[in-house]
């Protein structure tokens, strides 16, 4: 199908939703899910519900907010509170399981209690390919996945997006901070600090795609190939303020950025199971 194509198919999905909450994280897809849910449903008929937690940086939060305001949308921010779930902290290889589940139970709750039809969230075609053991919470709790059903690509979007002027066309993805600690290692409130501060940080010194990850003590940076030079002439100015939020080791990578590189830590045998 052409672009064109998987849009109006979007399009005809969407308009035979009713009323709709929509699973939003102010990201590339769920961004362009909620514009378009808008355009076609009308605001009123459509409620952005965000989770507001440790796991999602405050930045991104402000800038989600901000812009389901700029569309005139309803948004309620949520509290999910898997941190009190002991099989969500324990980090092992079916986290985004919990994690999902803690949300759409709430999201499935909210839209029965305030009269809407479906909840929706803003999985595309290409989260199929990857490790997400998230998708399996979307089968139990029902979610309407719109744009993988339209085989919307994460470059589709993007390119729609640009077309729709959303500010969010060309920003790199952002998983949630649990994505940057090993597995194995129990997640923590002071964790996700340390990985948001830390990426903070490199972001203000002018990185834009690259990860924090955290095993342990130690800090592994992820940079894009152009970036590792950039990198090792500020290491003293990033060596300090890594040490100050508490690491013991800073670390390069010198694989580089790749998204979800801590998967490669589990067997297939792990992934399979969790799918």
Known sequence: MTINEKYKLLAENIKNSGRVVVAY?????????????VDILGSENVLACIAAGPSLPKSQLDRAIQMAKDMRVAIQTVETAELTDTAYSANKADRCFHCKSHLFGILN??????????VTCGSNLDDYDDYRPGNKAVKVFKVRCPLAQAQLTKKDIRQLS????????????????????????QITEQKLNQA????????????????VRL????????????????????????????KSLGFKFVSVDLEGFRSGSLNEMLTQEEKQKNL
């Not at 994280?25 to 849910?37: A, E």
């Not at 709750?109 to 479906?118: F, T, V």
């Open 215 to 242: 095993h342990g003590q130690t800090a592994r940076i992820e940079v894009h190939d152009d970036d590792i030079a950039k990198i090792i002439s500020l290491r003293q100015k990033i060596v300090e303020k890594l």
């Open 196 to 211: 948001e501060q830390a990426e903070e940080f490199l972001r203000g010194l002018g990185f834009a795609e690259f990860r």
């Open 162 to 185: 640009r077309k729709l002027n959303l500010p969010t066309a060309d920003i790199p993805a952002s998983p949630c901070l649990a994505s940057r600690i090993s597995y194995g290692d």
């Open 25 to 37: 994280s102010g990201g590339v897809d769920s961004t362009f899910l909620l514009r378009v849910c």
């Open 109 to 118: 709750d909210i839209a029965k209690e305030k009269g809407y039809d479906y």
